[in-house]
Structures are given as C-alpha cells and as structure tokens.
C-alpha cells in the first residue's frame, strides 16, 4: 500500500502516518526527518538544507526529489511506504507519479489531514520532536510518559528550530501557496480522502483506517 499524506505543517501528519506505518507494517518516510538527521550530521545536504528550513521555506525540488526517489528505491519500500511531508509541490508530485508509473504501479490513497490555520499555531508551539526516532509528542495534548523523553527510544525531546511562531506563519504560507494545489492534483487521480484532523488523535487514526479498510 502506497499513502501519501498532505496536510498542513503541524496538521498531525507525522504522528498519523507512524501509527498507519506500524499497524500496516510499511515504512514511514518522511522528507523533514531525513533532512534533520542531516542538519544534525552535518551533511553537506544538511547544511544546504538548513538555509531554507530555517526560514520556514521549502528546499529545492531537485535536491528533495532525489533524497525521496533514492529512499522509496530501498528494499523496505516493496510492500509500499507511507509518505510524510512529500510531495509538497506539483513538480515533485509529477516526478514522483512518474517514478511510481513506470514501476507500473501507483499511489493508493492521499490522506488530507485537516485543520484549520488557528489550531496549527497552537499545536506547533508545544510540539515537541525526537531527532533521534523521529517520534513527535505535544506537551499538552500528547505528552511523553517521562517529561523531555522520548518514550519508544530514551532519548531527549527537543523543539524544533522551525516552530518558532514566526516560522510557523511563513510555512503556512508557503503551505497554502505550493501545497495545496496538490489537494485538486490527487482529487483528480481520484485518490484523495479527506479526514477532521482537528478530533483527538486516536479519532483520526480510526478514521483513517476506516477509510483504508
Ligand atoms: P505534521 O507532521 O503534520 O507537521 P505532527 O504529527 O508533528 O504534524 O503534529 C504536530 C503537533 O500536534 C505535534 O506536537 C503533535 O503531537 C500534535 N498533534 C498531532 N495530532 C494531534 C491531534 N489530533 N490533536 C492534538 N494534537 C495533535
Ligand atoms: P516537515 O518536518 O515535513 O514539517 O519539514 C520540515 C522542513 O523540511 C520544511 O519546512 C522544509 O523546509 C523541508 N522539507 C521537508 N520536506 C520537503 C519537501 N518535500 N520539499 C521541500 N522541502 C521540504
């Protein structure tokens, strides 16, 4: 099963798309994490990475594109993939329907997280990120067992650089900007269901299930 998820940032695609990834035994890939991991390495892709993300702005297709299509090429990837966060712009979802074609296969569902802009302010200042797994927990809403720790692997907890409230409004931007257009894409290609992601997050993940059964 291949599932894509759009939503915008902070719209709880990364928590849903680990429990779809763990109950369906897929991989859960996300392009955010990937480029963490690598800020956090130090790579040179981390470092050029960084200078977008730090202003809340996308990285350029070509750099996100060949990161995504080296990923979904792993053996891991041949019962399908959840992906997070990817595509995030028409040409990368060209790109990738391309790649996914000519394998003569194709994207099952593009799940739409929905929320309203308000809630996703509110949510991204208590968000709280495992660099390390890649978990993500909310202080109020979906808190660790230990505070500052990440339950499935020990490590610490930490704020992402990018949720800052005036990075947050930037990516909204650009969310509505370059993202949303993918909504009409996917409803075109007749896979696109829309789900509240505003509910609480087990609500969510029912419904989404629901709607993969
Ligand atoms: P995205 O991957 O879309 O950027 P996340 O899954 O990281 O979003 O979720 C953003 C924040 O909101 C996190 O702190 C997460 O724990 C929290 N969150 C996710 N789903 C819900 C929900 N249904 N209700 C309340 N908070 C949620
Ligand atoms: P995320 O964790 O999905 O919210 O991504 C964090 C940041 O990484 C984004 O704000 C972008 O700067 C960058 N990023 C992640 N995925 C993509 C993508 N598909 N295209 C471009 N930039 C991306």
New binding site residues.
Partial sequence: MKIIML?A????????AQMIADKYDIPHISTGDIFRENVKKGTELGMEAKKYMDHGLLVPDELTVKILLDRVAQADCKNGYVL??FPRTIPQAEVLDKAITELGEKIDYAIN?DVPDENIIR??S???ACLACGA???IE??PPKKEGICDKCGKELVQRDDDKEETVKNRLDVYHKQTQPLIDFYTKQGVLRTVD?T???KD?FTAITTLLA
Avoid: L
Avoid at 9 to 16: D, F, L, N, Y
């Fill in positions: 939503g940032p902070g719209a709880g695609k990364g928590t849903q997070d966060g997280v949510r991204m208590g968000r709280r993500t927990y909310h809403h979906i992601g509910m609480d997050m969510v």
